[in-house]
């Protein structure tokens, strides 16, 4: 998982997975793609220096967010969250030439060398860290990338191999 990292005296380290995403087969060209809501697991880990303690974590992707606690920020900062992402906050992609369907002699295919796509940065997380003291506390700031994996869906096989029906776009 790559990670990002604030700067500076105190730290919170931010890494994520990569979601994947079955795409239907489409016509060729560029068009957009709208995405189904998405689930991301993050691994936190929050350091704070000086003598202040982690006091609470904020995670946030487009309009959904998490916060946590310092009794929720476990083993010295460290921390597991699950954010899922509703389709209706993801901005549509763009996407050309990919998971299409060619035709060939009356024959329909997927060509099997555009199987997958990885669409870096379909997303930005933001996560603050509040570090206290006895007299004093610190805020600090990080933004992350996040990727999603798009896979192309195989079409359905006749029983003898061949393509079941016609493969149209959807609309």
């Given at each position: 998982m790559p990670t990002a990292l604030a700067f500076g005296q105190d730290s919170l380290s931010v890494s994520a997975s990569a979601p994947t995403?079955?795409?239907a087969p489409r016509n060729a060209g560029r068009s957009f793609l709208r995405l189904p809501g998405l689930e991301y697991s993050f691994?936190?880990?929050a350091r704070c220096t000086g003598?202040?303690?982690p006091a609470a974590v904020s995670l946030s992707v487009a309009d959904s967010r998490k916060s946590l606690t310092r009794e929720e920020l476990r083993d010295g900062g460290r921390a597991t969250v699950n954010l899922k992402?509703?389709?209706a906050q993801i901005a549509p992609l763009p996407v050309a030439d990919f998971?299409?369907?060619e035709t060939e002699g009356g024959e329909t295919a997927i060509n099997p060398s555009n199987a997958q796509l990885a669409i870096s940065s379909a997303l930005s997380a933001q996560g603050s860290l509040l570090c206290e003291g006895?007299?004093?506390?610190?805020?600090t700031y990080v933004s992350k990338a996040l990727d999603v994996l798009l896979t192309c869906e195989t079409p359905?096989?006749?029983s003898e191999g061949g393509m079941e029906g016609n493969l149209s776009e959807n609309p």
């Open positions: 995403v079955s795409v691994e936190l880990k003598g202040r303690r992402i509703p389709p998971c299409v369907i006895e007299n004093e506390q610190a805020m359905p096989l006749e």
